[in-house]
DNA sequence: CTGAAAGCGCTAACAT
DNA sequence: ATGTTAGCGCTTTCAG
């Protein structure tokens, strides 16, 4: 077990040339020789060289790595994101590293600082639900590194965004639920300073309004958007005077904790309750009733994020140009939503 | 924006004191004086130093980050996994390079080369499904990158694995199916040269063997174990002279795709055909009639491997030995295979 | 076509 | 307690 890797110098030294040479013919300068080239090449693999990313990238600057921080990785939506960052970065040789937060301030801070010391080219982020300052991010840009958000992102200062229509999707799949007949619909929101949910919150507004239903303040129930947040404000709700014939979350997962806990109170869906979620997670296709969602295009939302990302990066100039690139979801009806008019 | 990062020189020249004593001051060097070390440290946050990881890693040889090679990143197992890694990789100050190789040969083989240009200091891997060949992790071994392998992982080369006793989790799964009435039992296997599918097929056979079942070799059914090969595995079952009465898969995705299948074709779950899958991935609760199925403690797996790989590191002597950590899987029991006997 | 030399930013002997 | 010096491995002018 040799520990001591091959170096370049020790190429050269072998076959009585320089490092330079040795660089050059590595990277098929056309500057070599063919023979030279051939020489260099074949006792390389002998030697099992590696090239050393970090001497390489120290030398040149950057380091060919691509910092992608989302809160949670085993989320479709965001596991399809960053497969389409993969895919994108790998045909550029690049390194992705993923960096999961948990929704953890300190962690995405922590997440930043460390990106930037490891000389990440480049950062794609989509932030943290207790993110309200973006200052990390900031730093990071003021250091020329460019960051780029989706999905998750902040409006506070001007930066290259990529998100989805959120306002659309929640205004289209309240209006479908009203088409099908329900008409006291309740929300499951998140907190208003993301624009995710922000916007959800008012396209599920602007959707009864323009079908003539009054918005009623009380039907709208901030939670944690997880499956326990669903169960405990169905709870809720299911408590009212008037409760609600359907619900629409923002989020799949405190839509499941609906459906679970109407199933328990042996609530019929859709006949007695419709429920409809937010980003099509690969489990709304499996529960028993199957739940309507929206869905996001993850993987091509990553796609264009990593492309975004290499464009600014092959641009001669530094500033570049803040802007959003809006998505369209799309409602993916299923049972949970389906039968109240049948 | 000024592109330029500030360095420890920049540090030094504006404290009028050299690059070193900046640098011992950063890292809360004893041997330097207080008073130094906080106008260091306070100009540091001022200019807002960050340091250079690239430049420090070549420095020391090493680059404080862990390479993370898993088939998928979307299973809940393997997001468990590197969940269970982050954490105690994060308390080290270590970073992890997450790489997916969608079960790609020539990704996983890249990666590992991409691992050793980027000098990770170890590699935690799983291997793919196609993955007959390990040269290429040898060869990062042979380098002094300790290499760990979980859950999927080859006998041939003597290296450190952590996996589960899939062979005793195949036994009480199919042992418990057997508990519960049913008798025609076929599998749903993977290829045999990995370890996992090799030692699932021979836990479910001996299962068989001990309770007096002779095992039939037309009921192991190999496919790709995904929800589509689920269904044509069972569609196949079906048309055999004697359809089993219940299926063991060796994974959920497969299982899933044979509850779809045979609710389709109405056959009922669990009283005409009982299923067992296994991972226990979160969508087995979830699918109606909710999976029995097999957990693998994916986060404590992470944990763990992350803990070997540290304590592999700071061994003064290079010679690791090899040796494989088992970890006792759990039958978690639901519908799917409940209710033949009541 | 190849070589010599300098330097990316940081750290660790070895001084003092 | 601080400074001097050298070098990690690679690339890139600049010279031949």
Redesign the pocket.
């Known amino acids: 077990m040799n520990k ?9 030294v072998e076959l ?12 098929q ?9 051939e020489r260099v090449q074949s006792l390389a693999k002998l030697m099992n ?8 990238n ?4 950057k380091s060919k790595t691509i910092g992608v921080i989302v809160p949670h990785i085993n989320r479709d939506f965001f596991s399809n994101v960053i497969s389409g960052i993969e895919d994108v970065s790998y045909d550029k040789k690049y390194n992705v590293i993923i960096c999961q937060t948990h929704d953890d301030y300190a962690k995405e801070v922590q997440y930043v600082k460390t990106l930037v010391s490891s000389n990440a080219d480049g950062i794609l982020a989509s932030i943290g639900l207790r993110t309200k300052n973006i200052e990390h991010f900031n730093s990071a840009m003021k250091l020329g590194i460019p960051v780029i958000f989706f999905d998750r992102v902040s409006k506070k200062s001007p930066s290259i965004n990529i998100v989805n229509d959120d306002f659309k999707g929640a205004y289209i799949a309240v209006s479908h639920l009203i088409e099908m007949g329900y008409r006291r619909i309740a929300h499951f929101a998140g907190p208003d300073y993301l624009n995710v949910y922000r916007d959800r919150k008012n396209g599920y507004i602007k959707a009864l309004e323009d079908h003539g239903i009054t918005p009623d303040p009380e039907l709208v129930v901030y939670n944690d958007l997880k499956v326990s947040g669903g169960r405990s404000s169905t709870q809720m709700l299911l408590k009212m005077a008037t409760p609600p014939d359907a619900i629409f979350s923002a989020s799949d997962y405190s839509a499941l904790g609906a459906l679970l806990h109407l199933k328990e109170q042996g609530i019929k869906i859709p006949k007695e309750m419709g429920i409809v979620g937010y980003s099509n997670e690969k489990f709304t296709e499996l529960t028993a009733p199957s739940l309507t969602s929206i869905d996001q295009h993850g993987y091509e939302m990553g796609q264009y994020s990593a492309k975004l990302f290499f464009e600014e990066m092959d641009k001669k100039n530094n500033d570049f140009l803040p802007r959003t690139i809006t998505l369209t979801p799309k409602l993916i009806i299923r049972e949970s939503s389906s039968l109240k008019n049948t």
Chains 1, 2 share one sequence.
């Open positions: 001591r890797r091959t170096t370049i110098k020790d190429l050269a009585n040339t320089t490092p330079s040479t040795v660089s050059r013919a590595l990277r300068d056309p500057a070599i020789s063919k023979e030279m080239r060289y590696r090239v050393n990313r970090i001497a390489s120290l030398r040149n600057g």
